[in-house]
């Protein structure tokens, strides 16, 4: 074949290969599979990089290395590569014919002789040779054919796997649209405000029609009894009939209203995301093989294999490089990349080192909806922006965050990309090698012009890039164009890497050699590889805010509020566009603050226009509360109460709140100031933790009233408030698990007299329930978002508590409803879920001959109520067991396949679903008949499945309406006869309902049913168990002590229900009446088992620490005054301890009769429903009196909670039983008021404890002496005269025991040896300044406000007049050990107080300044003026010879000004709010220098006119200032 076997097809050329210099022209495929010469492809090439193909017209785009990016056709590539083999081929085949023809004949002859000589073993070995290549042929060929057909199988397979997971993720990305849609859906109720003006013409209308009903009534009434006319005024409904219609007078614009909103597909944005989200990942090396976008396509992945060589085609679309937009770029070969084969962390680390020191190979942008900025600092922005598009893009564990490196205000800052880090390194690095060379100093000679790029150092030995902005030369002051270097005096740079400004100033003495210290200069390689670098700082702006003063603009506030918020951490950058080049944006700081929301928040900017609630999902709420069962008696307590119709509750029931309550303060109290909880913009709904009253609550955010001021409601309680956002926490995903406690209510059948309620009743109201326990009884099912009607008892202990609701009405101050509710019809209902369920059951049960073929929508009891087969669907208690007729499931599943048939493709209609209503509910894929309970705010229901008993959550978009013929239920709601609940209670315990629920729910059971016309339906149980036997669950539950037999009295037992008169089908009530009465029987002999004989050992001793002294948790006193104590280590191991022993008893064991006497180790449930382990002292009755032997505490518990076995052995007591040291109780023992002040004084507390001594029995009690609050518990008995120094104590050391009470009784004390009690200190004497209006020398020791200061009279040589204070103070700070602690603490009581330096000052006390968690003073340091608050620790008795020292400071105030009348500074002084902080800061430059005083008045407060050196007033500066008023009343 010649090189001319194929041709173009647009010139007719034919295909060349190249060929030394010459390039050929080869054939190149496009993206549509046509084929053309290279050169024609150059002549079609388009300047946007866009070849159209002559052909099918469809367009292919060109990478940056245009016509020659494209691929080669190897098939024609190939038939030109073997014509010309074939051609070559040819000429040397001829000739070494003709050599064959010229050569002799002799040489033929001989060379045939050599042939035959030679050929047998020659042929042999040629066969051998054959016969093997035949075989490696074949093998070969199988081996081909084999793996082709292996790779078209797995290339199908995994074809198909790809393309069905693309499906399913198109899929779900369906669903997200259609929830977005529902979302949508749900907004639109904001379009009825539009129509406001309509509605109020409407409302108009129906006031006009209800007016002219009323008069038209009337009017009949009168013509028909013409007497009733004079109870009316005839004239007035005479002129309201003739009242004409004006239609004009209506507004009837409102029907060619517009609301003007629109729904817009965002095309672009939407493609972008798919680019983003929408992907084919390598899971190996999570490298991204493939991007799949919804444009045409035009991405190709190629891989070729030639050695370690890998080409990756990829899909560009550069916006701001001109003609390269649209084009396939190749990237370079991958075999500069590390290998792959071996770690693939580190060729993904290594790839992105590459990626960022060149950019300009892996940059993968997307077509940008900005402006495309011209100039070169856009471009490099815009670029570098795309860059981290890309890398966010195509590694998925790349974070886009960046960190902010200047700030000038909200509106101007510059940020650095995270990503850029090792890049800014690398330039730093080739910065500062440069500028070390001295090639980069500057010469008398070298220029410097504006814009020029130098380097600058800045700090730490750094080079930073700097252009240059201003350039002053010597001698002027005005900016010139260029100068030399040697005449520069003042320069500023914009670092382009940081994104600040900086001046710098030459010294006209030193010149260029002081230029060459912080200035350096690029040569021309340099600085053209410095232009290849594009800037790090990228400047920012916070899109649509703007100050909150337009007139001042943005304040310094805002500034450091946003340098405090952001700091130097990563923050993450959401980019909303460019304008004039700068970006648009909004940072947000983890987890979600939003920088623009929080200062609008904090009110140092405000948007400048109205924004669009943000596309983000719903803030995460509450669980609604769990409303009461209807006509159910619930115990519960009012939380608050605003009016009789509003009003919480919480039920008693959940005990789960009290250890939420206590969780939260263990997990919010220690973390008060902790910033990383703290919620700087909280938004509407959003929940949270608040403080009230020092405790931690939940709440929700109801409403913002300004100020920084939030207001919230307590969800537990219902009372709201308003409070500072500083005391709001974010609340962790833990405490969402319970609902919402406080339950809104309203009390039913009452209402106020007029249109409000009274105070009177208010008040009443809630003096009738204050810190009370009442009966709750729901009257109604309700949604959440409305208050459930109740009735309110009073609990008494004859069960006789009087309704809340009669006593209002009582009194006068309601009026009572229930006429207007007598007047109704009655209701049907007889159960909460199903109200025509009685009805249409006694219909079911009279009319036994139906059809059978006939659907039955509602259950039939069967004729004969002996052994039903049932099947248990729910199960609340024994007294509430929901069960199905296994004969009934033919009629179940017809029912689901009609509602499927309906309802399974239709869409969800809009409609508004209210409690009561039935429903056909799509619950897991199945639709089934329900019955709506309530609709939460959140478009989310509580449905009761009909056919099943249970309630379940489901979306308003999976209901559908349910056909009226379809309403009823296969249910019956059942309760277990014969028992009663355990433990004397009322309701049936938790464990009783877990255990009976976890053992019947989905079983099939065989029941009998007592008697059917009560509800619940009595009945009687039986199941099998695991052995296959049928037992009785009534027995079941009696065995395991969770219920009783019931007791029947003998009127009980004459009115019971006859099964054979149901079977036989007699008349049940004529055989009750025709009974005659009977004696009541005689109960038969009760034979009780004898008690069961167990014995168990007590637990091991408890190990004693060794003596001397240690830190000890008190957890129990008992009544005989044992202290028992706990180290660090046992406490937790009591933790530990508690978790294994609930591994060990998993349930309540089952009850026996014990004899307990032999029992001294046992397992106690506690009130907490955990087991711990206990000791037996006593058995009283049914209880058992039992020491918990880990803890202390001794409490009296039921038979059933006791269980007599030893568990974990080998953990020793965990607390030490203690005895206090060197102390004899009074009397026989220790009273019940000194145990109460010990457990007062100790209880829960971490106290010092010295250990005296062991005792000789392990399990006795150790002697201690216990310190609490720096005194001695032994002294705090004593003191308190409970109990007196014992006699081997007392010479020891004595005490100061208050004087007995006088009393009429001889008491013979011994008073030897007391001290005098010590004298009471009086208060200090004040210094008295000069009088008669003489000038003297002052100094000010203290400023309280600008116009409040204590100050000090100096000396002649100006110096105070202090040294015998001082002296005396040294002394007393040499011997501080024998100063002795404060112990009393009245108002002005002098004391010394230790200050920060550790030494201690005169001062004197002012109050208390904290209570809990320590008692701190507030005391002031009488000789400088200052306050402190400290501990008691830190207060000693004053030594008397310090008091009569004057004091050092004296409070005067400061004539001649006042606090300004207008304050228009921000930020003011907390305890003096007339003051700003600046005129503070202000006032207090100003004091410093010298001072002279005046006394101007004494009465009724010391006043002072104060001058400086000059003479002239002090505060004159701070009035010109506008920082403070003047004084005209001297």
């Not at 003739?242 to 004009?248: A, G, L, N, S, T």
């Not at 206090?1220 to 404890?1249: C, F, H, T």
Request: proline share 6%.
């Amino acid at each position: 074949m010649s090189d001319s076997a194929d041709v173009c097809n647009i010139c007719g050329s034919a295909y060349t290969l190249p060929e030394d210099e010459d390039l050929g022209n080869l054939p190149r495929v496009l993206l549509c599979t046509h084929i053309f010469c290279t050169t024609c492809l150059r002549a079609l090439e388009s300047p946007q990089n866009v070849i159209t193909c002559t052909e099918c017209e469809i367009e292919t785009s060109l990478c940056e290395d245009g016509v020659d990016g494209l691929d080669v056709d190897s098939r024609i590539v190939g038939l030109i590569y073997t014509a010309r083999m074939n051609t070559k081929k040819g000429h040397s085949g001829g000739r070494w014919k003709s050599q064959m023809v010229k050569s002799p004949a002799s040489t033929a002859t001989v060379y045939t002789q050599e042939i035959a000589e030679v050929r047998p073993d020659k042929c042999k070995v040629l066969d051998e040779a054959l016969t093997k290549a035949t075989e490696n042929l074949n093998k070969l060929d199988s081996l081909y054919q084999t793996l082709v057909n292996g790779l078209q199988a797995q290339l199908r397979k995994e074809r198909s796997r790809i393309i069905r997971e693309i499906d399913d993720a198109v899929d779900k990305a369906k669903s997200i649209l259609l929830k977005r849609r529902s979302l949508l859906l749900s907004k639109l109720s904001a379009v009825d405000l539009l129509f406001s003006a309509g509605q109020k013409e409407c409302k108009r209308i129906e006031e006009r029609v209800k007016e002219l009903r009323t008069a038209i009534q009337k009017a009949r009434h009168v013509r028909q009894v013409p007497s009733l006319g004079t109870y009316c005024n005839l004239d007035e409904i005479l002129e309201t009939l003739h009242i004409p219609v004006d239609i004009e007078s209506y507004d009837m614009s409102s029907l060619s209203l517009r609301s003007g909103l629109s729904c817009s597909l965002q095309v672009d944005s939407l493609t972008e995301c798919f680019k983003n989200y929408l992907k084919i990942i390598n899971k190996d090396d999570d490298l991204i093989l493939e991007k799949i976008t919804v444009e045409p396509f035009q991405c190709q992945v190629k891989s070729e294999e030639s050695g370690n060589r890998v080409e990756v085609w990829d899909n560009l679309s550069l916006g701001a490089m001109g003609r390269n937009d649209t084009k396939l770029k190749k990237t370079r070969p991958q075999k500069e990349f590390p290998e792959r084969k071996a770690d693939t962390g580190k060729f993904i680390t290594d790839v992105m080192e590459y990626t960022d020191a060149c950019p300009e190979m892996v940059e993968t942008g997307h077509r940008t909806l900005l402006p495309q900025p011209r100039h070169k600092d856009k471009h490099w922005m815009h670029r570098r922006h795309r860059k981290l598009d890309k890398s966010s893009t195509s590694h998925p564990k790349l974070v886009h965050y960046v960190m902010v490196s200047h700030i000038e205000n909200p509106g101007n800052f510059h940020v650095r990309y995270m990503t850029e880090h090792k890049s800014a390194h690398k330039l730093t690095q080739k910065i500062n090698a440069f500028c070390s060379e001295e090639s980069s100093l500057f010469t008398f000679s070298d220029e410097i012009k504006i814009d020029s790029l130098l380097f600058v150092w800045w700090k730490m030995d750094t080079w930073c890039r700097g252009k240059v902005t201003e350039l002053c030369q010597k001698g002027s002051i005005e900016n010139v164009p260029k100068c030399l270097a040697s005449e520069v005096s003042r320069l500023c740079f914009f670092f382009l890497d940081h994104g600040f400004s900086k001046g710098l100033t030459i010294p006209s003495d030193k010149g260029l050699c002081k230029l060459n210290e912080c200035v350096r200069k690029p040569d021309a390689v340099v600085l053209a590889e410095m232009n290849a670098w594009i800037p790090m700082a990228i400047k920012c702006s916070l899109k649509d805010i703007i100050p909150s003063d337009l007139v001042r603009g943005w304040s310094t506030e805002a500034s450091d509020e946003m340098r405090s918020l952001l700091g130097s951490k990563a923050v993450e950058m959401l980019v909303f566009g460019d304008e004039g080049g700068t970006l648009l944006v909004d940072l947000k700081k983890a987890p979600m603050v939003s920088l623009r929301e929080h200062l609008v928040f904090m009110e140092l900017a405000r948007f400048y226009c109205p924004r669009a609630a943000p596309g983000s999902s719903k803030p995460l709420l509450f669980y609604p509360p769990v409303h009461p069962k209807r006509d159910v008696e619930v115990n519960a307590v009012l939380s608050h109460v605003n009016t009789p119709s509003d009003f919480y509750v919480q039920l008693v029931e959940n005990m789960e709140y009290l250890l939420l309550h206590s969780k939260l303060q263990d997990c919010y109290g220690p973390l008060a100031a902790d910033s990383e909880l703290q919620i700087y913009c909280p938004s509407l709904s959003q929940a949270c933790v608040a403080r009230y009253d020092q405790e931690w609550y939940r709440a929700q955010v109801t409403g913002f009233p300004g100020g920084r001021m939030i207001d919230v409601r307590y969800v537990d309680f219902g009372y709201k408030n308003t409070l500072s956002v500083k005391d709001l926490r974010q609340i962790k995903d833990e405490f969402f698990a319970l609902p919402e406690m406080g339950v809104w209510c309203t009390l039913a059948d009452v209402s106020s007299l007029e249109d409000v309620w009274s105070d009177e009743a208010c008040k009443e109201l809630k003096e009738l329930v204050e810190n009370k326990l009442v009966t709750v009884v729901a009257k109604k099912l309700v949604p959440v978002t409305r208050p459930v009607p109740v009735c309110l008892f009073e609990i008494t202990d004859d069960g006789t508590g009087a309704s809340i609701g009669e006593l209002l009405v009582g009194k006068g101050l309601a009026v009572s409803s229930k006429r207007a509710l007598v007047k109704d019809p009655p209701s049907l209902e007889t159960t909460v879920w199903d109200p025509p369920f009685e009805e249409e059951l006694h219909v079911e049960m009279t009319s036994v001959s139906r059809d059978s073929e006939e659907l039955k929508p509602t259950l039939t009891l069967p004729t004969c109520l002996k052994d039903i087969r049932v099947r248990v669907t729910h199960v609340t208690s024994p007294g509430s067991i929901c069960v199905q007729l296994l004969q009934n499931d033919c009629h179940l599943n017809r029912i689901h396949d009609i509602l499927k048939n309906l309802h399974s493709k239709s869409e969800p209609q809009e409609m508004e679903w209210e409690g009561e209503m039935f429903c056909a509910a799509n619950n897991t894929g199945v639709w089934e008949r329900g019955k709506v309970c309530s609709v939460s705010s959140s478009s989310v229901a509580e449905v009761l499945r009909c056919d099943f008993g249970n309630m379940v959550n489901l979306s308003v978009n999976n209901l559908r309406p349910l056909r009226p013929d379809l309403i009823g239920s296969y249910l019956l709601e059942c309760n277990l006869s014969g028992i009663r609940p355990a433990g004397g209670r009322s309701t049936w315990t938790a464990t009783a309902c877990e255990t009976i629920s976890q053992f019947l729910t989905g079983a099939t059971a065989i029941m009998t049913i007592k008697d059917p016309t009560v509800r619940p339906v009595m009945i009687s149980l039986f199941c099998s168990n695991r052995a296959g036997q049928n037992i009785s669950i009534t027995d079941f539950l009696i065995s395991e002590g969770l219920a009783l037999k019931e007791r029947k009295d003998a009127s009980l037992s004459q009115k019971a229900f006859s099964e054979e008169c149901v079977l036989n089908g007699e008349n049940t009530e004529s055989q009750r009446t025709e009974t005659p009465p009977q004696s009541p029987p005689i109960p038969s002999p009760r034979f009780n088992p004898p008690p069961e004989s167990v014995k168990t050992h007590a637990y091991p001793p408890p190990d004693l620490p060794p003596c001397g002294h240690t830190v000890m948790s008190i957890s129990a006193i008992s009544d005989q005054g044992v202290i028992y104590a706990m180290m660090h280590e046992a406490v937790c191991e009591f933790d530990r301890l508690r978790d294994r022993l609930q591994q060990h008893i998993k349930t309540l064991p089952r009850q026996k009769n014990y004899k307990w006497k032999g029992v001294l180790g046992c397992a106690v449930m506690g009130t907490d429903m955990y087991w711990y382990r206990g000791h037996v002292l006593e058995v009283i009755g049914g209880h058992v009196k039992v020491r918990y032997v880990d803890q202390g505490l001794v409490e009296s518990i039921p038979v059933c909670h006791v269980y007599p076995v030893v568990l974990c052995e080998d953990v020793a007591q965990l607390c030490i039983p203690c005895q206090i040291y060197g102390v004899i109780p009074i009397g026989k023992g220790w009273q019940l008021d000194a145990v109460m002040l010990m457990k007062e004084l100790l209880l829960g507390r971490s106290v010092n404890v010295h250990i005296m001594e062991h005792p000789e029995d392990p399990r006795g009690c150790v002697t201690v002496e216990i310190t609490v609050d720096g005194m001695a518990l032994s002294k705090i008995m004593v003191h308190h005269q409970y109990a007196t120094m014992g006699p081997d104590f007392k010479s020891q050391e004595e005490y100061v025991v208050k004087p007995p009470i006088p009393d009429l009784d001889d008491w013979d004390i011994n008073t030897e040896g007391l001290k005098e009690p010590q004298p009471v200190l009086g208060v200090y004497t004040q210094f008295k300044l000069p009088d008669g209006k003489k000038h003297f020398s002052a100094k000010v020791k203290h400023i309280r406000s600008p116009n409040e200061v204590f100050l000090c009279v100096l000396d002649a040589t100006g110096n105070q007049q202090e040294g015998s204070l001082q002296d005396a103070l040294e002394c007393v700070n040499d011997n501080t050990g024998n100063l002795s602690l404060l112990t009393d603490f009245p108002i002005d009581f002098p004391c010394l107080a230790e200050y920060s330096d550790g030494k201690y000052y005169r001062a004197k006390l002012l109050g208390f300044s904290d209570l809990a968690p320590t008692l701190k003073l507030l005391v002031r340091h009488v000789d400088f003026g200052s306050d402190d608050s400290l501990p008691v620790q830190k207060l000693r008795q004053l030594p008397s010879h310090l008091l009569h020292i004057p004091c050092g400071a004296v409070y005067v105030r400061l004539a001649g000004f006042k606090p300004p009348r207008m304050n228009t500074e921000q930020e003011l002084i907390p305890y003096c709010p007339q003051w700003s902080m600046k005129a503070m800061l202000e006032m207090i430059d100003l004091l410093n220098g010298e001072l002279t005083a005046v006394v101007i008045s004494t009465e009724p407060q010391l006043t002072v006119l104060l001058y400086n050196a000059d003479g002239s007033l002090v505060h004159t500066p701070l009035v010109e200032k506008g920082l403070a008023d003047y004084d005209r009343q001297l």
